[in-house]
């Protein structure tokens, strides 16, 4: 995948973790960060936050 397509491809891919539940959710808009059910089926009402950007460095001496 070219560098390009992963920047367009990012905002649609974008997950959440709830804060209350501490689940993973894709949340239905970025303006509207509830996350309303849990995965086994209670509801939850808690607001999610977005994962910051996952980067890999190369430093030759983190090992």
Not at 16 to 43: I, K, S, W, Y
Not at 58 to 63: C, E, H, K, L, V
Request: proline letters at 5%; glycine letters at 6%.
């Amino acid at each position: 995948m070219s560098e390009s397509n992963r920047k367009r491809l990012d905002p649609d891919l974008r997950e959440a973790c709830c804060d209350r539940c501490n689940q993973t959710f894709t949340p239905a808009d970025t303006a509207d960060m509830v996350h309303f059910q849990r995965r086994d089926g209670e509801l939850c009402g808690g607001t999610g936050v977005f994962f910051r950007k996952y980067v890999i460095r190369n430093d030759p001496n983190r090992w």
